[in-house]
């Protein structure tokens, strides 16, 4: 097991990464049949605040807690939406084809690491959208990390 192992924010190469990240996924999800309904009306500062979510889940700074709310506002805005299986499925597949677009880091313990939060967190949301979801309110922010890799994968030192 590695001693000093950076969390999933610095891997990815901290905020920086993650706003090209989330403004390359949303001029996706724009243009894309399935999701532009439900997105057309986001405000222009709406990609900043997801990358700030998901830097702060990732391990980053709190500045999605400190100025938009924490998980709490996060939940609510699922809310009613009615999310189908198709658009989870299809925002997952925008947001891996924007990773590769940005060049996220592409190891498998990263990509591991993030596809895992995509499946629990897209599950979550389209679980809170439908009629009749009573959410909790005031869970705190989720905290992602490497699971059962441990890590980055770095090589061995060759002797």
Known sequence: MQKDVP???????GAAA??????VF?????????????FRHMSGD?????AAFIGEVFGGPKDYSENHGGHPAMISHHLNRHLTEEQRRRWIALLLDAADEVELPDDPEFRSAFVAYLEWG????KLNSQDGAAPALHEPMPRWGW????????PAAKS
């Open 18 to 23: 993650l706003n090209r990240l989330t403004e």
């Open 147 to 154: 699971g059962v890799p441990g890590g980055p994968y770095v």
């Open 26 to 38: 949303y001029d996706k999800v724009l243009a894309d049949p399935v999701l532009e309904p439900v």
């Open 7 to 13: 969390t999933l924010f610095d891997w990815a190469g």
């Open 122 to 125: 897209t599950r979550l949301a």
């Open 46 to 50: 709406h990609p900043a605040h997801v």
